[in-house]
């Protein structure tokens, strides 16, 4: 086990690159499955957690689509603040389109809220949402979440696009906050 410090926090690895890449596989056949006779989706990518779960699983899709990113923070630390800033927006229309919208990871739901209240605005055909982890225990929001890749417990976590503050991002594996 090994342990790293990011900012003024500890952490611990949890799960192991292998177990990470054997549950994208995973999720990518499902959507394969889903979407192998969809028109032309969207895969919209939540910045920036996304970003290395979304290049990993785009690779295993069997399908043609179309990317897209979006930049929301809410996050301050360990903590969801609840108020979503939308930092880069879409840029284009995208009505009429399917959508699968990647997260990194559903909390209380707060972004993924704001998100699929954003694609009923722009007036899409179909959203479906897909993430790397969810805190079933911390979710209060209502939408069914399509695609879970790992359920995890109300624990705080980096590594594989997921940062403490900016940090840990770039790490392979995931990690844990180890006490306090
Ligand atoms: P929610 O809006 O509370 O569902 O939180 C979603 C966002 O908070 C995610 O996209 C992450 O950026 C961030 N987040 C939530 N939990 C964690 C965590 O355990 N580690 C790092 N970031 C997290
Ligand atoms: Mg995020």
Redesign the pocket.
Known sequence: MESIKLHDLTFRTMIEAKEIEAAVSRVAQKINEDFRDVESPIVLG?L???FIFLSDLVRKFEFRCELCFVK?S??SG?E?T?K?RELLGLGKSIKGRNVIIV????????????MLNEMKRAEVASVKVCTL?F?PE??QGDAAIDYVAMN?GN????GYG???NEYGRELKDIYVVDGE
């Open positions: 939540v920036n957690g996304s929301l809410s996050y360990q969801s609840g979503m997260e990194d990871i559903v909390d209380t739901g707060n972004s993924i809220k704001y982890f805190k911390a979710y995890i624990e705080f976590i980096v997921l940062d403490y």
